[in-house]
């Protein structure tokens, strides 16, 4: 019987760190090996090289972000696809693939893998390079792709290298500081226009769209359909089963990982388009019953499917990369962050009731719909045997089948609708119980729902009000900038230097919530609105989802100190930047203290003293 040829190739995406779909070119080296067609999706910055590049005027290009983002892919696409350029002269051209005439007259020099260039050949480019970076060449324009770290050690080491001409290391060193500034910001490119390039960081290219297309080059790949239907096993494999809880844009699973993926992103916890489709190749072929052997193949798929056996091919336990040994797992970054959220761990008694009671047979009957393998099948005689009391039932056996049904849980449930505290909610199985929550606000920001903005803007100043003051305040409209006596570092305030206090939605001094236009993240500044013209402190406070899940649970009333030192910390220096900002705008020779106390219904009372 013959096997799919897809299958061995998705996994040497899936099977070890080191694999080869980590490198551009040896992707296409294991296609020809294994005689199907590519796993390809949309390279997201391809028409913007194609435009720049055509025009009639075209500026640099740096490509750049984490190892595996498609920087080399990009090139590749727009050297050999659009400009029909050399296979070969890409293949043997090292890091530089070739010089390219532009039909502006421009001279392109391509720099396909600034890694892989020898320090001889740095040497040679580093001139030409800088000038043309700095506006001094005009006849010459640059492609390069680069690892951020890998961009600003050209530069720096330029700088501190000795043997250089002077002039020429006073260049590196303006290339250097304004290119930092600038992947600092996240910006595009120099706002001071020293450095003249475009900066397409790949790492913030990850779309909700973007995944869709890796998902389905993957799952919608025509050896499927050529390869499975005359296996007898096709319809019991547990590939084919796996994959079909993944299809299709309604799928909850495929929905939950997309949210996975946005909120590690708002984290700064990247998932470069590689590290992707290792996740959804483990869920796939992932198979725990030999951690040697992590992966199945079309054989050892059949035999699971002859013995009905489907407790090792979990797919959502191999989305947290459970079939790997530990050791293995912390080569794969993309586990180790889905595993961060610790799914399958975390719970709550209302969870708990419904997997043992069956306190929703509706809802139980819509995951058994959903999906009937993963479920009831293999949980039924440890449940049964919990509630019968069974005593030579294994403890540790219950507790891991109950842990692998909260992670069933998790991707395959509804997130509930905003300000809907009804259904079960499937970020309560992780450690970001407000993870939803923070997407409905990021919406919101974007035009979505501005009952769901105003309502969490009043719980964030709230949980800013209580860390700030260490009193159990209700005041969710005025943020008050307090402050502790002397330097005492974690104390928290009952005093303010600021005349007043920031009003969410105010008409002087006020609080203002925009999203960061390069990573996306809702940001809260203290600013002035002085006739119709708003003017910001330079302190934001960044709503990334550790810091949000902060200051929602402090405003719910409890204290997370497993992650609190760095809020408050950050809370701490917005808060004295942000002061200093609004004392500007009071007259000096009359300085203030606000003392602040607690009334009986939770608001903040104030008593105002001259210095």
């Known amino acids: 019987m013959a096997d799919n040829p897809l299958i061995p190739f998705l996994s040497s995406y899936a099977a070890t760190a080191a694999s ?97 260039v020898n320090q001889e050949v740095k040497a040679q480019i580093l001139p030409s390079f800088a000038a043309s970076l700095l506006g001094d060449d005009r006849d010459t324009v640059w492609l390069v792709a680069a690892n951020d770290g ?22 590196c060193a303006r290339v250097y500081e304004r290119i930092m500034a600038t992947l600092k910001d996240d910006l595009s490119c120099d706002p001071q226009d020293v450095v003249k390039a475009d900066i397409h960081n790949l790492s913030r290219s990850m779309t909700d769209e973007l995944f869709g297309e890796v998902l389905d080059s993957v799952l919608e790949h025509p050896r499927w359909d050529a390869e499975c239907p005359a296996c007898p096993a096709a319809d019991k494999c547990p590939i084919r089963i796996n994959r079909q809880l993944l299809r299709g844009k309604s799928s909850p699973f495929r929905r939950r990982l997309v949210e996975v993926m946005e909120i590690s992103k708002r984290n700064d916890k990247h998932l470069p388009i590689r590290y992707v489709l290792v996740l959804v190749a483990n869920i796939l072929l992932g ?28 797919p959502f336990n191999n989305a947290l990369g459970l079939n790997f040994r530990e050791r293995d797992i912390e080569k794969l ?99 970001f119980r407000f993870a939803g929550h923070y997407l409905d606000f990021i919406r919101s920001l974007g035009g979505g729902d501005k009952s769901v903005f105003d309502k969490t803007v009043r719980s964030l100043i709230k949980g800013i009000n209580r860390t700030l003051t260490g009193m159990m305040t209700e005041e969710s409209e005025k943020l008050w900038l307090a402050r502790s006596i002397g330097r005492l570092e974690g104390g928290v305030g009952r005093i303010t230097q600021s005349p007043q206090p920031a009003i969410s939605g105010g008409s002087f001094a006020r609080v203002f919530v925009d999203r960061h236009p390069g990573t996306g993240r809702p940001q809260m500044r203290v600013g002035m609105l002085i006739r119709g013209k ?78």
């Open 20 to 116: 080869d779909s980590l490198v551009d070119e040896n992707v296409r080296i294991a296609l020809k090996r294994h005689g199907v067609q590519p796993i390809e999706a949309k390279a997201p910055k391809l028409q913007a090289l194609i435009d720049n590049f055509g025009s009639p005027s075209p500026v640099n290009v740096v490509l750049t972000g984490t190892a595996g983002d498609g920087k080399t892919y990009h090139i590749r696409k727009f050297y050999l696809d659009h400009l029909a350029g050399d296979e070969k002269a890409w293949i043997n051209g090292g890091g530089i693939a070739i010089e390219v005439k532009l039909e502006s007259g421009k001279t392109l020099k391509i720099v396909k893998d600034l890694s892989e």
């Open 534 to 611: 708003r003017d910001d402190s330079d302190a934001a406070f960044d709503l990334r989802p550790l810091q949000f899940e902060y200051l929602m649970r402090v405003s719910e009333g409890s204290l997370p100190s497993s992650f609190s030192r760095q809020c408050q910390q950050e809370l701490r220096h917005f808060a004295l930047v942000s002061a200093a900002f609004l004392n500007e705008f009071s007259p000096d020779d009359n300085p203030t203290v606000t003392v602040l106390a607690l009334s009986k219904t939770g608001q903040i009372q104030t008593q105002t003293l001259e210095i």
């Open 333 to 431: 970054p993309v586990f180790s962050i889905m595993q961060s959220f610790g799914i399958g761990l975390e719970t709550n008694n209302r969870v708990d009731r419904f997997l043992i009671d069956r306190t929703n047979p509706a809802l139980h009957e819509k995951l058994e719909a959903i999906d009937p393998i993963y479920g009831a099948r293999l949980f039924e005689s440890d449940r049964t045997s919990y509630l019968e009391g069974d005593p030579s039932a294994d403890s540790r056996a219950f507790e891991e089948a109950m842990a692998n049904q909260r992670r069933r849980l998790f991707f395959l449930l509804d997130t509930p609708p905003a300000g809907d505290s009804g259904p079960i909610s499937p970020w309560d199985l992780t450690i």
């Open 287 to 314: 198979d725990s019953r030999n951690l040697d052997r992590p992966l199945l193949t079309c054989r050892t798929a059949r035999q699971r499917a002859a013995s009905g056996e489907y407790r090792t091919t979990n």
């Open 150 to 171: 890998q961009l600003l050690k050209f530069w720096r080491d330029a700088n501190g290298n000795g043997s250089l001409d002077p002039t020429l290391r006073q260049q």
